[in-house]
């Protein structure tokens, strides 16, 4: 990993250990907007082996084990803070682990599904990534991403400030270019969704199929 990345990983997970103890009362409403509208669009199948990569506080781990999804779960975080509050609400099988987009400590094919909710912004080099999300996906395997989107102007303004001002987030992108990203990357069968999540927040889903 370059040193730069190493460096953005470092100010990402500063930041979430230092939020982890108030970060699902301070923005609850987002956090179970998005969450549902991620699940709506999961379409679990029985025995998937899922990842939850920045699962945080495990918001959508919880969600996915109170409704008995048919499926073994896995949460990747970078915070140590923000998976010790997930660690003291979901069961032991859930496995939970620290760990970066770009160096996930999984074996290759190993994945039907990553998921990741509200944290492709923060991906210093999202094509290291998405490269990393193919290796530990099975062929056919499932990604589902959901993040702030472009497109909307209450996304496109808070972005700019951010760039300024947050040194952990990096950019957001539109329904377009994300959707051309992810098939740039090798990705099959890309959808991109945006919708709109708690007023005037914009959103998308984007969904896609690991190649062979």
């Given amino acids: 990993m370059k040193t730069a990345s190493k ?7 500063a930041t979430y250990d230092r ?23 999961l379409a679990l199948e029985p ?14 781990l919880r969600e996915l084990v109170l409704h008995g999804a048919p499926a073994r779960l896995w949460g990747i975080d970078l915070s140590p803070a923000m998976l010790a509050q997930a660690r003291a609400t979901l069961p032991d099988a859930v496995r939970l682990l620290a760990g970066d987009a770009t160096a996930l400590p999984l ?22 990534a998405l490269r990393e999300l193919r290796r530990v996906l099975r062929s056919g395997g499932r990604l589902v991403i959901t993040d702030w989107c472009d497109d909307f102007l209450a996304c496109r303004l808070c972005d700019r400030i951010l760039r300024l001002l947050d040194p952990a987030h990096q950019r957001t992108y539109g329904r377009a270019e994300c959707g051309g990203f992810l098939e740039t990357m090798g990705f099959l069968d890309v959808r991109v969704e945006r919708y709109r999540s708690t007023w005037p927040w914009g959103m998308m889903t984007a969904t896609a199929r690991a190649p062979a």
């Fill in 47 to 60: 025995g998937d082996r899922l990842l939850d990569l920045g699962c945080g506080t495990g918001a959508l």
């Fill in 19 to 41: 939020l982890a103890a108030v970060y699902d009362r301070r923005w609850s409403r987002y956090v179970t907007a998005t969450t549902r509208a991620t699940l709506e669009r």
């Fill in 107 to 128: 074996a290759a094919n190993s994945l039907d599904v990553v998921v990741s909710n509200s944290s492709f912004h923060y991906w210093a080099q999202p094509d290291r």
């Fill in 7 to 13: 460096g953005h990983a470092t100010r990402v997970r």
